[in-house]
């Protein structure tokens, strides 16, 4: 036989901290980016220059 005298408790959920403080730390650019940034964005050279490099450096 089940009791069913004791009462339900929910569980209490995380109360949300007050204030986060976030660094923003950063990031540089890929090899790919370095090495191919004089190439015009989009043009055949430039899509090469990056399967070059990316295959030298897997980054």
Request: positive net charge.
């Amino acid at each position: 036989m089940v009791s069913l005298r004791e009462g339900y408790k929910p569980v209490e959920t995380e109360k949300p901290a007050g204030k986060v403080r976030v660094t923003i730390v950063e990031q540089t650019p890929s090899m790919k980016v370095r090495a191919c940034w004089p190439l015009k964005e989009g043009s055949i050279e430039r899509r090469n220059c990056r399967f070059r490099v990316g295959l030298q450096y897997r980054d």
